[in-house]
């Protein structure tokens, strides 16, 4: 429809007494692209959101969704948004499915357009089968994923999920996260906030960290971990000498070091993936036999860390 | 607010009907309890029961036994005669007469001497019925007063004999009454009061506790959630606002359709029962969305709503009428919506009073809607507008 990213927004900042909760906020996100927001408790992930959302006056800055743009004052323009709130906002008294016509009805459909659309969005989350009942009787990750159909109802060009899996076991937070791929993959723009980072690296195409109100960072995982100057380690599982094995690796370019641990060699090199061509060929030249290699690359907790000076999680 | 506003806000107004629709909770205390309570207090307390007098005759003369006839002919008294006045001060301070009266000896011929005589007169003034008693009483005694004026006179003037005379004004009076009687019409039904307490009572009740779905509301973030829609925020309020009137409009109409066809209350002009419900309706969800926007829980605006509305309606007339209190009472009463109303109930029901004659009613229920209406909004769009 519009050419550039689905969402724009600029200089965003939010002041509450003298506190400034979000300082100066700004990225974009195109189609078929998820971002996140990574921060921890009190870092200005919901004001932020809430200021994209149009829920929470910004004292400056601009927001821009699917061309047109949106303050709290916007009515029409929040047509484009689908907000999953942090808080599971729906009725407890009433079904998933009522809930959805609900919700539905405030996006402006009805009759059978309606009727199709809460069939699609159950089907999306994986509810259909529990349909009619009432939502005070569902588990934390099925309300969850309801709160995230009452989302999808409007085909958002932009999806915001605030914190999507807080309070969620394990199975329930695995379906959440392929539906936000899947929904990814079908074109949605998609700003997903967390502190879990092991969320931003499965899900995000790019990842802003956010800690004070302030956009510190931002980039691919790749380019994050570089900021940041992080290695990768590489770990060559093999039979046969490894000693010699070892000492070639560490001639290899891009290699920094190589160690012999006795049934594996371990390697530092800045980036694990373009050793691992080179290192197969130096298995051969020794007459080692590999039985597994591992590249665990720096992860963001070690990145927010040394951004930030705090862990992630408190 | 466009069409496509309206129909957001009646999206809403309906999610909120249909949620405390749903619980049974609702249907025991807005509609079960309001008709235990008419029918407890109006088969206990009804208008239709007669006020129990004693009755000492110390004179045994005619004319105190015309007295006593007078009294006992009333639909609104029964006479129990007694032996001594001590055993009817006692019988009335124990609550077992609502009322005692002692005809002294000479009463008679005092009379009809064209002397005075000092008839004793006990009450309770803490029973609402012994104003009655007392109105009862001084009609005998005006009525007998002026049959024995009437045979002096036509003695004086055509040498009637005394006793000729009060025979014939006697008769007169009698059959004066046997007309009264035949022109009147049916006596009040015994919930004629109560009906209207519990129709002003819960209409309040109602919207006061109706609240708690509001704080629920913005509690689960439902509020915020419904703005993130291309919904307004006027659509947002009025969508949980008139839910609050509705349901108060509802309550009221069935209680007054309960008291017309199960407890045969005249509810007199219907135009006037209409609007009196409306108003008190209107007033009530102002109130409603007041309580609403300032408790902090939805238990909160329970604890605070129940005790509000019935303080409110005890200050108003509903749990007794406010004929009975003093005037510092019933001034009190009127800064309150609910004392307004019931005088609006009671002119209809028990004066058949026509719209014109509870205007003043009306203009007070119509300032109290309008103003807690009006505060409501003001409070309940500071808490829906984006901060
Ligand atoms: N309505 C408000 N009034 C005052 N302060 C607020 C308000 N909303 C947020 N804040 C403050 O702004 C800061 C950012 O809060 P925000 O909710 O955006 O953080 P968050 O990153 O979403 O945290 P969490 O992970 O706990 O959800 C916090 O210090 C918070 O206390
Ligand atoms: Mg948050």
Redesign the interface.
């Known amino acids: 429809m519009t050419d550039g990213p689905v969402l724009t927004c600029d200089g965003l900042l939010k002041r509450y007494g003298d506190r400034l909760a979000v300082d100066g906020v700004g990225f974009t996100v195109s189609e078929g692209e998820c971002y996140g927001l990574l921060g921890p408790n009190g870092a200005g992930k919901t004001t932020t959101i809430?200021m994209i959302?149009?829920?929470?006056?910004c004292d400056a800055g601009s927001v821009w969704v699917a061309g047109r743009s949106i303050n709290?004052r916007s009515?029409?323009?929040?047509?484009a948004?689908g907000?999953v709130?942090q808080?599971?906002?729906?009725?407890?008294?009433?079904s998933a499915a009522?809930n959805l016509r609900?919700?539905g009805?405030?996006?402006?459909l009805s009759g059978a357009e309606l009727a199709r659309r809460v069939g699609e969005v159950l089907e999306t989350v994986g509810l259909t089968d529990r349909a009619g009942d009432r939502i005070e009787g569902y588990s934390g990750g099925m309300k969850r994923r309801a709160n995230i159909a009452?989302g999808l109802l409007?085909h958002p060009r932009l999806l915001v999920l605030d914190e999507p899996t807080v309070g969620v076991d394990p199975q329930s937070r695995n379906s959440i996260l392929e539906t936000v791929e899947s929904l990814r993959s079908a074109g949605l723009a998609v700003l997903y906030t967390t502190h879990y980072m092991e969320e931003a690296e499965r899900l995000c195409d790019r990842i802003g960290i956010i800690d004070g109100g302030k956009l510190v960072a931002e980039g691919t995982r790749r380019q994050l971990v570089d900021l940041v100057g992080g290695r990768d380690r590489v770990r060559v599982a093999a039979d046969g000498d490894l000693a010699a094995f070892a000492q070639r690796c560490r001639a290899l370019p891009g290699v920094e070091s190589a160690e012999d641990v006795g049934d594996a060699v371990e390697l530092v090199a800045a980036d694990g993936r373009r050793v691992l061509r080179p290192l197969i060929e130096a298995a051969d030249a020794c007459g080692v036999e590999m039985w597994s290699v591992e590249v665990a690359e720096p992860d963001l907790e070690a990145v927010f860390l040394s951004l930030t000076g705090r862990e992630l999680r408190d | 607010m466009t069409g496509d506003q309206l129909r957001r806000a009646a999206a809403i107004a309906l999610a909120n009907l249909r949620r405390v629709g749903g619980d049974r909770r609702v249907y025991f205390g807005a509609l079960v309890l309001p008709m235990m309570i008419m029918l407890l207090v109006g088969g206990v307390f009804g208008a239709g029961k007669k006020i129990v007098v004693g009755v000492v005759d110390e004179d045994h003369s005619a004319l105190s036994a015309r007295a006593v006839a007078l009294l006992a002919r009333s639909d609104q008294v029964s006479v129990r005669t007694v032996h001594d006045a001590g055993a009817v001060k006692r019988s009335v301070r124990r609550n077992l007469l609502l009322a005692g009266v002692v005809i002294p000896a000479g009463y008679g011929a005092r009379l009809l001497a064209g002397g005075g005589a000092t008839v004793t007169a006990v009450y309770d003034v803490g029973q609402p019925q012994a104003e009655d008693a007392r109105a009862q009483l001084s009609n005998v005694l005006a009525t007998q007063g002026a049959e024995i004026a009437a045979a002096r006179y036509a003695l004086a003037t055509r040498g009637v004999p005394l006793a000729t005379g009060l025979g014939r004004a006697e008769a007169m009076t009698n059959a004066a009454f046997a007309a009264d009687r035949n022109s009147k019409v049916q006596s009040p039904s015994p919930y004629a009061y109560t009906a209207p307490s519990n129709v002003v009572l819960f209409t309040f009740v109602v919207a006061l506790t109706g609240s708690a779905g509001f704080v629920q509301s913005r509690r689960l973030g439902l509020t915020r959630r419904m703005l993130s829609t291309p919904t307004s925020t006027g659509a947002v309020m009025l969508g949980e606002a008139v839910p609050l009137v509705v349901a108060a409009v509802v309550e009221a109409l069935l209680l007054v359709v309960v008291g017309w066809v199960i407890l045969r209350v005249d509810w007199g002009n219907p135009l006037g029962v209409i609007v009196l419900v409306v108003l008190a309706a209107l007033a009530a969800a102002g109130g409603g969305m007041l309580l609403g926007t300032l408790a902090r829980s939805p238990e909160q605006a329970g604890a605070i709503g129940i005790p509000a509305a019935i303080g409110m309606g005890m200050l108003g007339g509903c749990m007794w009428s406010l004929d009975i209190v003093g005037p510092a009472m019933r001034t009190v009463g009127h800064l309150f919506p609910t004392a307004w109303a019931m005088d609006g109930y009671v002119a209809l029901v028990f004066r058949h009073a026509g719209l014109a004659a509870i205007g003043w009613d009306v203009a007070a229920l119509a300032v109290f809607a309008v103003v807690l209406l009006s505060a409501g909004a003001l409070m309940l769009r500071r808490t829906v507008t984006p901060r």
Do not use: W
Not at chain 1, 75 to 79: D, G, T
């Open positions: 809430s959302c149009g829920l929470v006056p709290a009515v029409a323009a929040k047509a948004i907000y709130p808080e599971v906002a729906l009725y407890p008294e009433l009522e609900f919700f009805r405030l996006y402006g009452a409007n």
